[in-house]
Structure formats: structure tokens, C-alpha cells
């Protein structure tokens, strides 16, 4: 019965009826962007094509890709989970960037332990580290109400000041040009899954990862009273849900999950921790989000799209000299379509 | 003194998106008239006044004044050709006094010194000519309900209407207040005025209107003068055929003493000396005491604002309660979460249902569900069961008759009589030793009145304790087994079946009486 596999109210038929609009939306955008690519003076449809296929062409594009999945899936995440309590964590670059200090410190510090014992307590202590980090803004709510959105991007600042100092002054990796520290400890990487090119098991962590936040949200009690402090959150008070707990909840879940992807950045791709590890994951991980619009289901597949759209524009400024930046306006241009489809189907 | 025809409208027809509200109404309206325009919730009434005044554009119709077409494009436009609609809610500014409400908006004599002697002067004119009793200097925050609604009536009759739209006018009175406005209606009409009255009571037309038409599902049904009616020919038009309007509870004389069984000797409910402040330390409930048996229906009775929303609150768990006792069989429930109270048997429909009782962007499914997501059969183990939810939820559709495609439509869709609906269903599908009612019938058309008070009867009979807060008291003397009466945060008395006199109750909701 597809009616019972929504917990979330989108079944499997309104989820095709919902990617009409997507596609759509994905069309106009690149039909938007392509007049500025062909005002500039390039070739469109060779930069699509670098845009579009660049993932598929070649094993070593499509890890790539795979590889940029996983942060921004989890980045994404750690952005929709508050979202569905209706909170805006803006803070996931700041618990990411701390879950990767804390992957990184344990991961140094007791770098003589076997993988079976370090490599668990490397993720845990991102996991752990990023909770924390989301855990004092969403303190803040909880008792006295302070807005969310502007004590997680001030924590973002803190955390760029935090790994500049354990970069360069705790665990500085004196060979390096860059504020970097030593590696940790080998038992502390996480295997590889494909040895040439190196894809590593991030993403299965990752996408076990989303399963089990889309199984809580849709099928728990808890993830119920998720769905319905977002959705409500006075009817959710007056029926016995504490709302302001479910607040505090889904905002530390957010930062555990944001941490999540800091730890798998170190033990996966850097092996230490390397000042500007965030990338611009944050932005694209709302980006993602607000395309989903709070649907779990689509973070994934849409989480996907994007990290095709980053490496072909990787490519794309390789080959054709094309600005990179041209690709964020494209992303950009989707969630404009996207909701301004929402705008045009409500008349 | 001769009737002639003030007003027409012809062939009026006004739809919101897919819902036709009002297909090709016509209405006449003479002058010298009281003309009651009765109909149930959502057969049109309003939305038809609505477009006299201007507020809505019908998309056919047409509108002639003393014989003469009129275009009415917006309230401004009606105020100009002397119409005034008083509506249900009061658009009134608190911290001004009745004077400056008034005048607000009208040209002024002193503007540059906003000197309002000779402003004041024709207000208290008015006020004595229509029998209005308002001093035009209090503020309006100080005032009543009944009150407000002669300051509401006296800015349309200072703007010189000799059309004025009452939109349910007695909901939040009380008797005597119902009374007086009717003595000053009579007099409007006496002196040439025209008046439209709005209601879905029956009895109200009966008692005041000259001329009475009845809407049904956005269509005439019928125009008659007060002779030529019977109450059983209205009650016929306003519900159409397929209700038995003989075994109607809505309809049924006020006396249902042979319908109610008798109340339980075990006492359920035990309220004691509750105090209840608001963050300021302002008392609102002030050592309210009272006892609720099985198989017993206790009503309180207020203008609303009286502290009923606090009361409720109080005994849900979600306002502290600052002194006193309360406790189910026999055990306190102070400082017990909502939550366990919901587990122990309290249910609760809430009177605000879209801010405390809906999930707009949720499933109606999850509607059905909130508050009881922890409980049996939603709930196996830590994981909820999605197919007995469904399962339940399409029972509690049916059985409920709640209008929607699928039990995973998403709620925003539906209706407010449907929500209200969803709201019932959650209550009642529930065990419960002890219901909190609030205004539960609320916006809701005579067939789902009729619905929930077979309900509330049928719950009743099985054993379960109610506590029913209404604005509406032909309701609460139709249904409870005792009355209460709430005046400023107190019980000012309570009547048992047998003793109940509405005008002593109205008496008592004004605070000018208290019963022991």
C-alpha cells in the first residue's frame, strides 16, 4: 500500500507528481545560465555537456563525485533535520570544521590503537564534537529563547578561529605551506572501498546514515513529534509534545550529523585535519535542503545532482576556462525555480 | 407605516475557487423591517452580506437601491449609500475611547485641535434615540462584549445608515443584553431604518424579525413574512430534506430531561480552590471549586474572556496552576504533563482548533494521531505503526464523515467544518474517563451540531465525565446536567437541571448576581 510508506505524506505517486516541477525548474535554470555562458563567449552546450557528463566519463570522474556526495549529503542533513522542527541551523560549516577537530585530536592522540578501536571513536568524536558545537546554540533556544539562525553562523566564526590555532599551533604539520596538522594515526582512516581511484567507505557510512534519520523521522514516535513541532509547534504543546525539547533535539541531531561529516573529511579523504577542509558544503548543503524542502527523501538524489553539477564545473573551469562560479549560479538558479514554482502552483 | 422596498439584489452569485458560496441569490429588503436572513454555517449568509457591503465582488448580480442599480465596489461605497454591517468581530481600537472609535475615519469639526465636544454631543444623541446606553468617554478595553457591540452599531448609525447588517450579533451576549438589542432594533426599524439580521438561531428570528429568508448551501430557499412562518417550516428549509428533524437535538425543545440518564455518584473530576495567574502574577482564576460525576455533562457558561481559556488550560496541563487542587479518581493531576494527562483519559477539544489543535503541512492521518503518537495500537514497540494508524484513520473518516480524499491528504486542505471534524474524531476515538470541551461546536453547519451532541450524549450514557465551555447557552441548557457560571475568573454560581433559568444565567455572566 503506498498510502503507508508516507510517513512523511509523500507517497511514491506524489513523489513523481513532485518532480515535475523540479525538472522544470532544472531546465529554466540552465536555460537562464546558458545565455550568460553564450554571452560571455563559450561554447553552451560543450560547457553542459563538461557539466552534466564529466561524472559519468570516467571511474575516476564518478568517484570524484562520490566523494563530494558524501559532505554534502550530510551537510544537507544537518540542515533539514531542524528544518522539519522548523529551526534554521546555519552552523553546520562551524560543526563541521569542530567535528573534524575532534576526529582529528583523537585521532592523534591515541594513534598507536588498532582500526577496530580508533577508527569508532575518530567517528564518535566528530559526531560527538559537532553535537556539542550545535548543542550551546541550541541551549541558548531552550532557555531563553535566543534565535537560532544567529548564534549557529556566529559559531561558524569561532570554529574558523578554533582550527587555525589547532593547525597551527597544537598539531602543526611544520613541512606543510599551509595550516595543517601531522596525519593521525593509520588505524584511525577509514578503508578504502575502490583502491584506484581511492574511494573510501564515507559513503556508505553516509547513506546508512540517511536511512536511519529518514526511518526516525518517518517511522518513530519521536520523529512524529518532529514533524509535528514543525508543522505546529502551539497544537504540538497543547497535545503533550514538548516542543521546546524537540527544538534542542533536532538542532544538536543537526550538528552531530554536520560532525559526522567533518570526521569522515579527515578520516577519509585528508587523514588530518587542513584549514579550509569545509569547502563552500555549507552553502550547497542549504541549497539542498530547501530544494528538498524538508523532505528527506529527496536529499539524497538531490544532494547527488548537485555534487554532479560541482565536479563537472571543476571540469568545466579546467577545460573551457569557464568561472567555476558560474556553476553556484546554476545551483542558485534551481532553488529560485524551485520555489517560485511553489508560488506559481498556489495561484 | 409603509413598507415599501429599500433594497434588491438580484441574481448574486460569488464563488472561492472550486466552491460555489453563493449561486444566483436574490434578497428584497423593505424599509420599516427587521429581516432575519437564517440559514446554518456555510449556507451562504455572510458571504452574501459580504458582498452588500462591498467587501466581496460577486462575479454576477446585480444591486438596486430604492429602485435605482448601484454599483458597490468596497465598504466605503456601501457607508455612501447608507449601508453599515456590524460584523461578528469587533474592528475596534482598545485603547481609545468610544467617542474616538467612532469618529475614526470621519470628518472632524476641530480637526486641529481634535476637540470632540459636539462629536461627543451627537454619539450620546444617538445612544438615547436607539436606546444604546454607552458612555461615549469610557475606554473600550474597560468595556463588555454587549457593550462593544452598541459602539460597533452607533459608528454605523453615526455614519447615517438607514441599512444596518447585523452578522450574528448575540453570539457573545447574554440574555438581557440579547433583549435590549432587540428593543433598539425595534426602534432603527420604526423610524424608517431597514435591518438584516444574521443568525443560525431559530428561535432569535422568531422572536424579533419581520420578514425572515433562509439560505441553504449558498441558495434561496425561501422568503416569508413572520405570520406566515412556523418553526417547523424554517427548521425544514434550513436543513433540507434527509434529517429527521422530529428526534433533532438541535431543534428539540430546551427540556431534555427525559433524554438524560442519570448522573453517576462517583465523582471523576475534582477541582479545588484553583488559582490560576498569568506571568505577571495577575490572578485570573480565583479559587474556582467544583466536581465533575461519571456520566455527567457540567457546562460553564461566560462571556467569553472571563477566564475560560485559562481554566482550560490549567486543567490541560499547559498553564501552571498557581494554588489549589485538582485531581482524577481520587489522585492529584497538578504539575502532571499533557502528555500523561492525555495517557490517564483526559481528552480535549481545543476551541482555537487551527492554533491548538491542527497541523496544516501533516497528513490528516497524523492529525488523527496528535497526542496519542505514544499510545497503542499507533505505536509497536519504538517504531509507530503506520497501517493500524491508516487503518483507524480511515474508520475515524468514515464514521466521522470528514471530507477528504485520503486519510494522507495533506490537512491544509480541508474545510473548517472537516477540521473540525478531525478535531471530534481525535477526542472521541479516544478511551477517556474525563472530556474538556471548548466551544465544540463552534462554525460548525446543524448537521455536525446535531452530530456532537448525539455524541456527547452517547459518551455521556457510557460513563464519561464532561466539562463543556460554550458561548453558546441553548446549548449548555440543552446538554448539561448543571451550569456554572464564570464572571471575572470566578464561579458566580452553579444551577442543576431543573433550576435553570437563562436570564438568571445572564444575570450572573454580567456579574450582577451570584447564585449561593
Known amino acids: 500500500m503506498s498510502e503507508q510508506a508516507t510517513g512523511l505524506g509523500h507517497g511514491v505517486a506524489s513523489l513523481v507528481k513532485g518532480l515535475i516541477p523540479y525538472l522544470l525548474a532544472v531546465v529554466a535554470s540552465f536555460i537562464a545560465a546558458g545565455i550568460f555562458i553564450a554571452a560571455m563567449g563559450f561554447d553552451v552546450l560543450h560547457a553542459y555537456s563538461t557539466i552534466l557528463f564529466t561524472s559519468f566519463k570516467t571511474p575516476y570522474g564518478f568517484i570524484q563525485t562520490l566523494l563530494k556526495f558524501v559532505p554534502l549529503l550530510l551537510q544537507a542533513l544537518a540542515f533539514t533535520v531542524p528544518l522539519i522542527a522548523g529551526k534554521y541551523n546555519i552552523g553546520g560549516e562551524g560543526q563541521l570544521i569542530v567535528g573534524a577537530i575532534g576526529a582529528t585530536a583523537v585521532g592523534i592522540m591515541l594513534a598507536g590503537l588498532p582500526l577496530p578501536l580508533l577508527l569508532p571513536l575518530v567517528l564518535l568524536a566528530g559526531i560527538v564534537f559537532g553535537g556539542f558545537w550545535a548543542a550551546i546554540p541550541a541551549w541558548l533556544l531552550y532557555r531563553f529563547g535566543i534565535n537560532e539562525i544567529l548564534t549557529t553562523v556566529m559559531m561558524n566564526f569561532i570554529s574558523f578561529s578554533l582550527i587555525d590555532y589547532v593547525a597551527t599551533e597544537i598539531w602543526r604539520d611544520p613541512a606543510a605551506g599551509h595550516p595543517t596538522t601531522v596525519p593521525i594515526g593509520v588505524g584511525g582512516e577509514l578503508p578504502l572501498l575502490v583502491a584506484r581511484p581511492p574511494l573510501n567507505s564515507g559513503i556508505v557510512l553516509a547513506l546508512a546514515v540517511a536511512i536511519l534519520v529518514y526511518v526516525y523521522a518517518s517511522r518513530t514516535p519521536g520523529g512524529y513529534e518532529l514533524v509535528a513541532s514543525g508543522a505546529n509547534p502551539r497544537a504540538s504543546r497543547v497535545f503533550g509534545i514538548n516542543v521546546r525539547r524537540m527544538f534542542l533535539l533536532s538542532l544538536i541531531l543537526g550538528g552531530a550529523l554536520a560532525g559526522l561529516s567533518g570526521a569522515i573529511e579527515v578520516t577519509g579523504v585528508q587523514h588530518r585535519l587542513i584549514e579550509g577542509l569545509q569547502s563552500n558544503f555549507l552553502l550547497l548543503g542549504i541549497i539542498i535542503g530547501l530544494i528538498s524542502r524538508g523532505n528527506l527523501l529527496a536529499v539524497p538524489f538531490v544532494a547527488f545532482f548537485i555534487a554532479v553539477l560541482e565536479v563537472g564545473a571543476s571540469a568545466m573551469q579546467r577545460t573551457m576556462m569557464i568561472p567555476v562560479e558560474m556553476v553556484l549560479i546554476v545551483e542558485a538558479l534551481v532553488l529560485l525555480f524551485v520555489l517560485l514554482s511553489d508560488v506559481v502552483r498556489r495561484r | ?516
Not at chain 2, 78 to 90: E, L, N, P, W
Not at chain 2, 354 to 359: E, K
Request: charged share 25%.
Open chain 2, 1 to 516: 407605516m409603509k413598507n415599501s422596498t429599500m433594497l434588491e439584489m438580484k441574481g448574486v452569485r460569488k464563488s472561492f475557487g472550486t466552491v460555489v458560496a453563493l449561486g444566483d441569490v436574490s434578497l428584497q429588503l423593505n424599509s420599516n423591517e427587521i429581516h432575519g436572513l437564517l440559514g446554518g454555517n456555510g449556507a451562504g449568509k455572510t458571504t452574501l452580506m459580504n458582498v452588500l457591503y462591498g467587501l466581496y465582488k460577486p462575479e454576477a448580480g446585480d444591486i438596486y437601491l430604492r429602485d435605482k442599480q448601484v454599483e458597490i465596489q468596497s465598504p466605503r461605497d456601501a457607508i455612501k449609500y447608507g449601508i453599515g454591517m456590524v460584523h461578528q468581530h469587533f474592528l475596534q481600537i482598545d485603547s481609545y475611547t468610544v467617542t474616538e472609535n467612532i469618529v475614526l475615519g470621519t470628518p472632524l469639526k476641530n480637526r486641529p485641535t481634535l476637540n470632540l465636544d459636539q462629536e461627543e454631543q451627537r454619539i450620546a444623541d444617538l445612544s438615547k434615540r436607539f436606546g444604546l446606553e454607552v458612555n461615549p468617554r469610557s475606554l473600550i478595553e474597560e468595556l463588555p462584549m454587549g457593550i462593544r457591540q452598541r459602539v460597533e452599531i452607533l459608528k454605523a448609525l453615526y455614519r447615517g445608515v438607514d441599512i444596518l447588517i447585523l452578522d450574528e450579533p448575540t453570539t457573545s451576549l447574554t440574555p438581557q443584553e440579547v433583549d435590549s438589542l432587540f428593543q433598539s432594533l425595534r426602534v432603527m426599524v420604526e423610524q424608517g431604518m431597514s435591518v438584516v439580521f444574521i443568525t443560525h438561531k431559530l428561535r432569535e428570528v422568531l422572536r424579533v424579525c419581520d420578514r425572515i429568508s433562509v439560505l441553504r448551501d449558498g441558495k434561496n430557499v425561501l422568503t416569508l413574512s413572520r405570520d406566515e412562518v412556523s418553526e417547523e417550516a424554517l427548521v425544514n428549509a434550513m436543513v433540507g430534506a434527509g434529517m429527521d428533524v422530529e428526534k433533532s437535538l438541535v431543534f428539540s425543545a430546551t427540556d431534555l430531561d427525559q433524554k438524560v440518564a442519570h448522573v453517576g455518584q462517583k465523582p471523576v473530576l475534582h477541582v479545588e480552590d484553583l488559582q490560576v495567574a498569568n506571568e505577571e502574577g495577575t490572578p485570573l482564576i480565583k479559587d474556582v471549586s467544583f466536581r465533575i460525576h461519571e456520566k455527567e455533562i457540567f457546562g460553564i457558561a461566560g462571556v467569553a474572556g472571563n477566564g475560560q481559556q485559562e481554566l482550560v488550560e490549567s486543567l490541560m496541563g499547559i498553564r501552571p496552576v498557581a494554588n489549589g487542587q485538582v485531581s482524577m479518581d481520587g489522585s492529584s493531576i497538578v504539575g502532571i504533563e499533557t502528555r500523561e494527562l492525555l495517557e490517564m483519559g483526559i481528552t480535549y477539544i481545543p476551541e482555537d482548533r487551527l492554533q491548538d489543535g491542527f497541523l496544516p503541512t501533516a497528513s490528516v492521518a497524523q492529525n488523527l494521531i496528535l497526542g496519542y503518537q505514544r499510545q497503542k495500537p499507533y505505536r509497536r514497540g519504538s517504531f509507530l505503526d503506520w497501517s493500524a494508524i491508516f487503518r483507524v484513520a480511515r474508520q475515524l473518516i468514515s464514521e466521522y464523515n470528514i471530507m477528504t480524499p485520503s486519510a494522507s491528504e495533506v490537512a491544509a486542505n480541508l474545510s473548517g467544518g472537516n477540521i473540525q471534524r478531525v478535531m471530534l474524531a481525535r477526542a472521541f476515538s479516544q478511551p477517556a474517563k474525563f472530556l474538556l470541551a471548548h466551544n465544540p461546536t463552534r462554525g460548525l453547519d446543524i448537521r455536525s451540531m446535531e452530530f456532537v451532541y448525539s455524541k456527547l450524549l452517547e459518551l455521556k450514557a457510557q460513563g464519561l465525565a464532561t466539562l463543556l465551555l460554550s458561548e453558546d447557552l441553548d446549548e449548555l441548557l440543552l446538554l448539561c446536567d448543571r451550569i456554572a457560571t464564570i464572571y471575572r475568573g470566578q464561579i458566580v454560581g452553579v444551577l442543576a437541571r431543573g433550576e435553570f433559568d437563562k436570564y438568571k444565567i445572564g444575570r450572573m455572566m454580567s456579574g450582577v448576581e451570584t447564585h449561593e
